[in-house]
């Protein structure tokens, strides 16, 4: 008898195990193939850096700035100028401020704090924000590399109080290669995640991430934080203070699904950073009205806390060519900069 329900119980977990082998190849085959790091950099570099590398040009200067370190001489301090420039020994003896100019140096290092949450999974069309993101940065880093600078990264999935990933900087394409792959794969978190890109109820918070950049990074660098700046906030005050120190941009994130909701009727919405459902109408014009208004409200707030932080803002959306806003971005820096030295021989 016992024997009998032994072989029961033995050809039960048998079938069961075969079960679940067979349900588990079927999620292998439904769920979509890792990308090849590989393929996306030789893509990236057919369809955007050879296009960029056509038309920036002397706009090189206007995207990355170097942080030379050889004095070349010293001036009266102008209202345009940095006043990280300024030479506190020379204004004490003066007593007028003065600011050291320096010779270009364009072999800088440049990081990328990219913040790879729950929030940036999101894409209402083919490309996601997550994939947007690391296809700037594979593109930036791409021309800064090519041109002698290293470059460093630390990714950031919004669950822990740090990075989870610091890559230092460093040149070549293999590193290159290696920083995309990272961006590609998932990042370590803890605990398990009920759905992808959820991040268990927890937002995310930038501070995290600015202040542990404070730390790491000692020598002055150029900094892209890149993110949609879905986060806790008061964000703005450690971004301000490595603004200070470094040569910030911020690279912003959107999806125009974000900033209005269309008319499709019921659909059941979720918060990519907690999980939190809610069935709403889009059929309602009152609720897309205030959905829109709410949306334009953090929008102002966001640009009013980059603008108090000095930091200059280039914005990527999912559904535009890549090659386009960073093109539009560099006019515009070089526009502002030479609006700003016009500006500063016509007072002189």
Request: charged share 25%; proline share 3%; aromatic share 6%.
């Amino acid at each position: 008898m016992f024997t009998f329900l032994r072989r029961r119980l033995a050809e039960r977990a048998v079938r069961a195990a075969r079960q679940q082998a067979a349900l588990d190849q079927e999620v292998q085959a439904e769920a979509p193939a890792r990308p090849d790091p590989q393929q996306v950099l030789r893509r990236l570099e057919w369809t955007v850096i050879k296009r960029l590398d056509g038309q920036l040009q002397g706009d090189y200067r206007s995207l990355f700035r170097g942080a030379g370190l050889v004095l070349a001489d010293l001036r009266e301090y102008q209202s345009h100028d940095d006043v990280r420039h300024i030479d506190w020994n020379v204004t004490a003896r003066m007593q007028t401020p003065y600011v050291r100019e320096h010779q270009e140096d364009r072999e800088v290092a440049a990081w990328f704090l990219v913040d790879l949450s729950g929030s940036v999974h999101f894409g209402s069309g083919a490309v996601s924000k997550r994939q947007l993101a690391a296809e700037a940065v594979t593109v930036l880093a791409r021309l800064l590399s090519q041109h002698g600078n290293r470059v460093g990264v630390m990714l950031f999935s919004g669950t822990q109080v740090r990075a989870e990933v610091v890559v230092p900087a460093r040149s070549g394409r293999r590193h290159l290669l290696h920083v995309l792959q990272l961006m590609l794969n998932d990042l370590p978190r803890a605990g398990t995640q009920p759905t992808a890109g959820i991040t268990a109820g927890k937002t995310t918070d930038l501070r995290a991430l600015l202040s542990q950049a404070q730390a790491v990074i000692r020598r002055r660098a150029s900094i892209f934080l890149v993110s949609d700046f879905i986060t806790q906030p008061d964000w703005h005050a450690p971004l301000s203070q490595l603004a200070r120190r470094h040569e910030v941009v911020a690279i912003r994130l959107r999806d125009r699904l974000e900033q209005e909701i269309p008319n499709v009727g019921l659909v059941l919405m979720q918060d990519a950073e907690t999980g939190e459902q809610l069935l709403v109408d889009g059929n309602d014009s009152g609720f897309r009205a205030r959905f829109t208004q709410i949306a334009a409200e953090r929008e102002n707030l966001l640009r009013e806390g980059l603008t108090r932080a000095g930091v200059d803002c280039l914005e990527l959306t999912t559904d535009e060519p890549l090659d386009q806003a960073i093109l539009r971005f560099t006019q515009l820096r070089k526009r502002a900069s030479q609006m700003a030295q016009g500006a500063g021989a016509a007072r002189a």
